[in-house]
């Protein structure tokens, strides 16, 4: 069996099987177009995507990830079930206890919250990510547009009207960086468009603070060309955090 889709409270899941299991797992937790049905999801229907799945295949890991209801923006909801998720396939599957994470863009926010919870989290790997809800959704000012989208989504995810959702962002505790000093951390940032240009910038504070508290957060920036090099890299950094099972 290559792969199966299955449902958890009323979402879709998917999980990938490699043909030489190494025993050991890789949650993905994606950006804003994830996306899990019946049938497929985003990244066997995206080119860049399957192929990552195919790499990550061919090295033995098992991959897996959940709808997680959609535009999430790292709700507490959606965080539960990325945890509930963690712990069927630690139950149903023979793995590793410890699970390695790869999260792209919006998908950082939910690694970050099981960073708080979980501790089956091996070590994690960050694409472009979003760190700061409340300074991306700073930074969304500039554009009214993607800003009274970002707003609508955000009131959906968490269930608040719109004064009540922004209250809620601004009183957000921002302890990525000290939460970074729990696991091996890795952050690939490819450099492309304007988003990409705004999470730089943030990157770079947070850099800031994990140089002056000597937190080992390994950081590479990348051209768009060489994107097809992120599984690759990501596999090497995996395999450096499995010694001690």
């Known amino acids: ?56 295949k061919q090295a033995g890991y098992t991959v897996f990830y959940s709808n997680l209801y959609g535009m999430n923006w790292g709700s507490q909801k959606a965080v539960d079930l990325a945890d509930r998720l963690c712990a069927h396939i630690r139950r149903s599957e023979i793995l590793n206890e410890k699970i390695h994470v790869l999260a792209e863009g919006m998908g950082a926010l939910i690694a970050i919250q099981l960073l708080k919870r979980n ?31 970002l707003l609508k989504e955000l009131c959906v995810s968490y269930q608040l009207e719109q004064e009540e959702v922004l209250n809620y962002i601004e009183n957000l505790d921002d302890d990525f960086p000290q939460l970074a000093n729990q696991v ?3 952050v690939v940032h490819v450099l492309s468009g304007n988003r990409a240009y705004k999470q730089s910038t943030v990157l770079k504070e947070y850099y800031q603070k994990w140089r002056e ?3 080992q957060v390994s950081i590479c920036y990348m051209v768009p060309e060489k994107k097809g090099q992120i599984a690759m890299m990501a596999i090497q950094f995996f395999n450096q955090h499995e010694e001690i099972l």
Do not use: A, C
Not at 12 to 26: C, D, E, S, T
Not at 122 to 140: G, Y
């Open 1 to 56: 069996m290559e792969s199966r889709n299955f449902r958890l409270d009323t979402e879709w899941n998917m999980i990938h099987y490699p043909h030489r299991p190494n025993g050991f797992g890789i949650l993905i937790l994606g950006d804003e177009r994830h996306f899990v049905d019946e049938k497929n999801s985003f990244w066997t229907q995206n080119e860049g995507k399957q192929r990552l799945i195919e790499n990550f």
């Open 213 to 215: 508290d000597q937190v």
């Open 119 to 149: 501790k089956s989290i091996r070590s994690l790997v960050l694409v472009n990510p979003i760190l700061s809800l409340s300074k991306h959704l700073e930074q969304e000012k500039e554009h009214k547009f993607f800003y009274k989208k």
């Open 184 to 186: 091996p951390v890795k």
